[in-house]
């Protein structure tokens, strides 16, 4: 059997000096203070980003003109060590319904005496269907996750400092 990159997860670890609690919570609760507003898929600018903390949450965004824009589901909430999202966005950067045709973000954090080291893999990209390989690509790409997890990272370090 031949395995296509669509098969294959993308994987980013970072370690931030915070601890599992405090990364957790600004990951989920706090997702508002350092998702990149360029990175959303409504129809106006991006307001304010969601995540409701528990299993079968929306993930959403909030934009300028009123509406609100899922893009994603809690498939599972066990803080502070893992957290589970349905990719609920199309290859064409549009909203799938279908949790079945939508790939998975899946984020562990992994206490390190003082510090947690924050392990994510999206995984599924087949489930995406032709558009599987151009998701892939598009998150692994440097404006991808390695991008968000750095923007992460930083927000972390200013709540430490506060």
Known sequence: ????????????????????????????????????????????PMVRAIVEPRAGGRC???????????????????????VVLAWQITHQWGYEPDVAKSSEVEVRFIPLGAATRVDLEHRHFERHGEGGESMRASVDAPNGWTTIMGLYANRVKERAAA
């Open 60 to 82: 959403y965004t909030e934009q300028a003109d009123g509406t609100e824009c899922d893009w994603g589901r809690v498939l599972a909430w066990e803080p502070p060590s893992r």
């Open 1 to 44: 059997m031949t395995t296509s990159l669509n098969d294959r997860p993308v994987r980013k670890s970072i370690i931030v000096n915070a601890s599992v609690h405090d990364a957790f919570d600004v990951f989920t609760a706090e997702i508002d203070s350092w998702w990149p507003r360029t990175h959303h898929i409504g129809k106006s």
